[in-house]
C-alpha cells in the first residue's frame, strides 16, 4: 500500500516522450540536441514502470569506468525528488522494495561474454548517449536483449553521419522500430540560461547551432574551418604585382617536428614558403636575420613557444627587436569575444584574406592546400571560434600544418603601408649594425 502522502506525488513528464510509456516497440530511439530532456524522461518514465511491476532494468553505456559514469546518480535524483520511498538504492544497483524491479548499471566496452550473458534477462535496456556506442558493442548488444516483450530504449545526440547505432536503427527504422527527434523546445522544463546559450550560438555559429541544439550530425565539411575551393582559386590565380610591404611569418620547429617555416606575404599576395629541416635554434636565428637584413620586412612576426623563444632572444640581441614580434599561439586573442586565443585569430584571418572579394594568390603548393584543409573550427559554449588541437590535427595529417601556421602568423597584427620618414629610413638593422636609436637615445622621434 503507498502511504496517502505518496499518492499525491506527480510527476510530469514532457508530452514528447509519452510514446516511452504508451507505446508497445521493441525499440525506442530518442534523439536529438542538448537539452531536450530525454535523460530526465527515460529516468522517470522508468522509475514509473518499475513500481508497476516487477522489470529487470538495465542501464548501459559505451564506457563505464565507475558507476558515477552511469545514470545511477540522476535516478537516484529522481527518487529524491519525488519521495519514492519504495526504492531502496545500494552502492551498484536501485531496487524497489515493493514490486522487485532491480536497475543495473553497465559499460559496453571491455565487458567479457559471460557478464554481457547477463543482460539476457532484461526487460527494458536504456542505452545513455548511445552516439558514442562502437559498432563492436551494439552488434554483441542487439541480440543479447532478447527476453519476450523486451524493450531497448535509446538517447542519444546524433554526432557524425554515421554513428553505428543510427545507421543501423535510426537512418531506415523498421516496423519494430520507433524513431523521434527531441530538441530543447520540445522540453518545457528547459533551463532559462540553456534557452539563452542555444540562441546565442543560433545567432554566431549557426552550423553549431545544428550540432549542438537541433541534433544535427556534424558534416565533414561544416566543420573545416577554411573550404578546399577557397584554396584552390587562389591557388590558381594570375600573378599581379604590388606595393604592399613584405611580411614574414616564422613557424619554428617543436616537439619532434624537424620544419622550420617561413612564409612571404606582401599584402594580397603570398609569394613563397621556405622550408628548413633539423636546423637549431642558432641556425634558424642566422637565417631570419640574412632575411631581415637584405628583404627589409616591414614586419616578422615568429612563433615563441618552445624553441621559438631561443631564436627571438637571439634576434632582439642583434637588435632586431623594432622589426620582429612574438607570438605566443595560446595567447589571449586581440578580439578575446571572438576568438579563444591568438591562434584562432590569426587562422580567421587566412579565412577573411581568402573570402574578401579582392584578388589574392597562393603558391600552389600541395602541402600549403593540405595544411589549410586539415583545421577544423569549433566553438566553445561562449560562442568563440576555437580551433581542433594541434595534436588532433596531427593525428590526421600525419604532421604539423606548418606552412597554414606559418601563413597564420603573418596575420598576428595588421600592419599599415606607412611612409618612411628620414629618420626611419637611418635606422640601420641588423648584428653589429649602430641603430639611429642608439645615436640619438633621446631623440622624440624615436619611440623604441
Ligand atoms: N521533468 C523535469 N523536471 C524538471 N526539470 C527537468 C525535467 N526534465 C528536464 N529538466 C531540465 O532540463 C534539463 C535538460 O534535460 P536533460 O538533461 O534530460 O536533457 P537531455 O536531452 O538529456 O540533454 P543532453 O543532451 O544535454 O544530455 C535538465 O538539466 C533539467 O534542468
Ligand atoms: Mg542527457
Redesign the pocket.
Known amino acids: 500500500m503507498k502511504s496517502n502522502k505518496e499518492k499525491m506525488i506527480q510527476v510530469?513528464i514532457p508530452s514528447v516522450f509519452k510514446e516511452l510509456l504508451t507505446l508497445k516497440k521493441r525499440i525506442k530511439l530518442y534523439y536529438g540536441g542538448?537539452?531536450?530532456?530525454?535523460?530526465?524522461?527515460f529516468a522517470?518514465s522508468l522509475l514509473l514502470k518499475g513500481r508497476e511491476e516487477k522489470l529487470f532494468i538495465v542501464c548501459l553505456r559505451e564506457i563505464q569506468s565507475s558507476i558515477k559514469d552511469s545514470v545511477k546518480k540522476l535516478l537516484e535524483d529522481r527518487i529524491n525528488h519525488y519521495g519514492f520511498q519504495d526504492y531502496k538504492v545500494f552502492e551498484t544497483k536501485i531496487e524497489n522494495q515493493m514490486t522487485g524491479t532491480v536497475f543495473s548499471f553497465k559499460g559496453l566496452r571491455d565487458q567479457d561474454p559471460q557478464k554481457i550473458k547477463s543482460l539476457e534477462g532484461a526487460d527494458i535496456a536504456w542505452i545513455e548517449e548511445a552516439q558514442t556506442i562502437s559498432k563492436k558493442s551494439f552488434d554483441i548488444l542487439l541480440p543479447t536483449i532478447r527476453k519476450p516483450n523486451s524493450e531497448i530504449w535509446i538517447?542519444m545526440?546524433r554526432e557524425l553521419e554515421n554513428d553505428p547505432v543510427w545507421v543501423a536503427l535510426g537512418a531506415n527504422p523498421d516496423e519494430n522500430t520507433f524513431v523521434k527527434k527531441v530538441n530543447y523546445y520540445d522540453?518545457p522544463?528547459?533551463?532559462q540560461e540553456m534557452i539563452e546559450l542555444a540562441l546565442k550560438t543560433k545567432k554566431s555559429a549557426p552550423d553549431d547551432y545544428a550540432h549542438i541544439w537541433l541534433g544535427e550530425p556534424v558534416s565533414e565539411a561544416s566543420c573545416k574551418l577554411i573550404q578546399p575551393l577557397l584554396i584552390k582559386k587562389a591557388q590558381s590565380g594570375q600573378f599581379f604585382e604590388t606595393s604592399s610591404p613584405l611580411v614574414i611569418g616564422l613557424d619554428i620547429a617543436r616537439f619532434g617536428d624537424d620544419e622550420s617555416v617561413f612564409c612571404f606575404r606582401k599584402g594580397r599576395v603570398v609569394e613563397r614558403f621556405e622550408v628548413f629541416k633539423k636546423k637549431d635554434t642558432v641556425a634558424i636565428a642566422d637565417i631570419a636575420s640574412r632575411y631581415l637584413e637584405e628583404l627589409h620586412p616591414k614586419k616578422l612576426f615568429m612563433d615563441i613557444g618552445a624553441n621559438g623563444a631561443g631564436v627571438y632572444d637571439i634576434l632582439t640581441d642583434r637588435g632586431f627587436a623594432p622589426q620582429i614580434k612574438g607570438i605566443f599561439f595560446g595567447a589571449k586573442a586581440s578580439n578575446p569575444d571572438r576568438y579563444v586565443n591568438k591562434r584562432a585569430e590569426m587562422w580567421d584571418g587566412i579565412l577573411s584574406f581568402l573570402s574578401q572579394d579582392l584578388p589574392v594568390l597562393l603558391p600552389p603548393d600541395e602541402m600549403l592546400f593540405a595544411d589549410l584543409t586539415s583545421v577544423n573550427k569549433k566553438y566553445d559554449p561562449m560562442g568563440r571560434l576555437q580551433l581542433e588541437s594541434k595534436e588532433e590535427i596531427k593525428k590526421r595529417l600525419g604532421r604539423s600544418p606548418d606552412r597554414g601556421d606559418a601563413l597564420a602568423l603573418t596575420f598576428a597584427a595588421p600592419v599599415y603601408e606607412t611612409k618612411e620618414t628620414s629618420f626611419q629610413k637611418t635606422h640601420l638593422f641588423g648584428a653589429g649594425c649602430i641603430q639611429a636609436a642608439d645615436l640619438f637615445p633621446k631623440s622624440r622621434y624615436y619611440g623604441w
Request: include cysteine.
Open positions: 510530469i542538448r537539452s531536450g530532456g530525454k535523460s530526465y524522461a522517470d538517447s545526440n522540453n522544463f528547459c533551463p
